[in-house]
Structures are given as structure tokens and as C-alpha cells.
């Protein structure tokens, strides 16, 4: 199974935004890899270039996003498609909100664990029986995902999608799937992990660049 991370980012200034001492795609970028997620799409605008030179070193690519009149479902139709284009045997995606920094690499990697043996289903991360982001959209519902109406937002275009194909919860144990980069890290509640181990166990995805970049490997995160 080949899972794409596909990073969504309304604005250049979003995309490029301070966090934790990092342009905030970047950081986005080194979560998805080191959780195992390939290949990785950033779509945003970028008139001045810089998006797409925050990018280099990285295994991720940058996407011109679709027009805007294609609403926030074009976008991640587009998104997907790329990451098609970039890596035929993409069987996922991982629709992922820039705005959503403080997901866990551990989630990412739990996310493409479960896609392996439910590749049918999309997966929606859950905390406490929220569903939050990224969504595991298989690549197979991508001509569902195209019959969304244009003028959903992105929470709504996940509704309407789940209604008509399979999809399920997996409770991930971190709050970083549904608190937005408004709520201060250290606000957040305490990661907890998954209520119970993933069929195969935790991969340690990218353990190296997790620790350049600052972030837990795979498991349970000290600082969340």
C-alpha cells in the first residue's frame, strides 16, 4: 500500500507561517515522512516562490492548486491527482488542512498501518470519539470525491463523501487531530496513543528526521 500526504494550504502567508521555528508546510512535511507517508503534495498558492523553496531537500513537491472556483473539494481532488501522477501504485491519500500542525507522526503511521489491512475504507482520526484530520481517503473513492458540490467547506465535503462510501473511526489518542495551530501546543491535552496497538505494530518511519525536526518517533510522545 502507497499512501500520499496531500498538505492544504489556503495562502502563501498560511503555508509559510511560523511554527515552532519552522515554515509551517515544512514541519508539516517532515511529520508525514517520518510517519510514512509517500509521496507528499503541498498545494497553495505561492506567487512569490517561496512555498516551493521551503520545499527543497525534502521529499515533497509542490502543486499549483486547482481554480478557485473548484471550492475546497477541487483542491483536494487536485491534490490527489498529483500525487497519483507523482506515484502511480498510490492506493491513498491523506487530506491533511495546514492549519492542523500539531498531528503526530505516530498518527500518520497508524493511519497507513490501518489502510494496509482496510483498504476500502476512508479513516477518519478520531480523539475521544471526534473525527478530526488528516482523512484517509482512498484513492479508489476519488471519483466519489469529485461529485461533491464545490461550495462545501472541507468539513462538510468529508461528510457528504462518508455518506456514500464505507468509512470508520480509529481512535488515535492524539488531541493533535482535532486542535487546530490556534491552540498553543502546551494547551493541548495530554497525547494518550491508540486506545489499543495496530494489527502490525508501530514502525519507526523516518526516526532520524523526527529528531531534526523536533518531533516524537513513532509511539507514545513525551510531549504531548
Not at 527543497?56 to 490527489?80: C, K, L, N
Not at 498531528?103 to 480523539?127: C, F, N, Q, Y
Not at 462538510?156 to 492524539?174: K, M, Q, Y
Not at 497525547?191 to 528526521?209: H, L, Q
Amino acid at each position: 500500500m502507497t499512501v500520499a500526504a496531500v498538505i492544504l494550504s489556503a495562502t502563501e502567508e498560511g503555508a509559510l507561517a511560523d511554527t515552532l521555528g519552522q515554515p509551517r508546510v515544512r514541519r508539516l512535511v517532515d511529520i508525514a515522512w517520518s510517519g510514512g507517508a509517500l509521496p507528499i503534495v503541498v498545494l497553495s498558492p505561492d506567487p512569490t516562490g517561496r512555498v516551493a523553496t521551503t520545499l527543497i531537500g525534502t521529499d515533497a513537491s509542490h502543486g499549483t492548486p486547482a481554480p478557485p472556483e473548484a471550492g475546497s473539494v477541487g483542491q483536494m481532488v487536485r491534490g490527489i491527482e498529483l500525487a497519483r501522477a507523482e506515484v502511480g501504485e498510490t492506493t491513498g491519500a491523506l487530506l491533511w488542512p495546514a492549519r492542523m500542525t500539531w498531528v503526530g507522526p505516530e498518527t500518520i503511521t497508524s493511519l497507513i498501518e490501518t489502510h494496509g489491512t482496510d483498504p476500502a475504507t476512508v479513516l477518519r482520526p478520531g480523539w475521544h470519539g471526534e473525527p478530526g484530520w488528516p482523512v484517509l481517503v482512498p484513492t479508489a473513492d476519488l471519483d466519489v470525491l469529485r461529485r461533491v458540490p464545490a461550495e462545501l467547506m472541507p468539513p462538510a465535503v468529508v461528510e457528504t463523501l462518508v455518506s456514500g462510501v464505507a468509512s470508520r473511526l480509529v481512535e488515535v489518542g492524539d488531541p493533535g487531530v482535532v486542535y487546530p495551530v490556534d491552540t498553543p501546543l502546551d494547551e493541548l491535552p495530554s497525547y494518550e496513543g491508540p486506545p489499543e496497538p495496530s494489527a502490525s505494530g508501530v514502525r519507526e518511519w523516518g526516526a532520524d528526521v523526527a529528531a531534526e525536526a523536533g518531533l516524537p518517533e513513532p509511539g507514545p510522545s513525551p510531549t504531548r
